[in-house]
């Protein structure tokens, strides 16, 4: 059985950093894409970011330059680091896993972390 297990996150002012991780149990996430996803009140959830089987990234246009994804493939834990936060930003945050090698299918997902960034 797949689990994925967030931790990080919490309160932090404008400008300030925080990191997510994910860690994956009942499958070596190697070769698998990962991604983060976040869902404000009100709003509908959003891409954040990804980092594929070969270690390739990808990143909403609004976070670029401020996240990186990265994964540890020894530890099946994948990180978000966050930082130049801003009020914007605020949201439950989610990590997910593709369950093939050969598509991304978002099959698989953490059980959500509160970022809240206060102005």
């Known amino acids: 059985q797949v689990q994925l297990v967030q931790s990080g996150g919490g309160l932090v002012q404008t400008g300030g950093s925080l990191r997510l991780s994910c860690a994956v149990s009942g499958r070596t996430f190697s070769g698998y894409t990962m991604g983060w996803f976040r869902q404000a009140p009100g709003k509908e959830r959003e891409f954040v970011a990804q980092?594929?089987?070969?270690?390739?990234?990808y990143y909403l246009d609004s976070v670029r330059g401020r996240f990186t994804v990265s994964r540890d493939n020894a530890q099946n834990t994948m990180y978000l680091q966050m930082n130049s936060l801003k009020p914007e930003d605020t949201a439950l945050y989610y990590c997910?896993?593709?369950?093939?090698?050969?598509?991304?299918?978002?099959?698989?997902w953490g059980q959500g972390t509160q970022v809240t960034v206060s102005s």
């Open positions: 980092t594929a089987g070969d270690g390739s990234t």
């Open positions: 997910a896993m593709s369950s093939t090698t050969t598509a991304v299918r978002y099959d698989y």
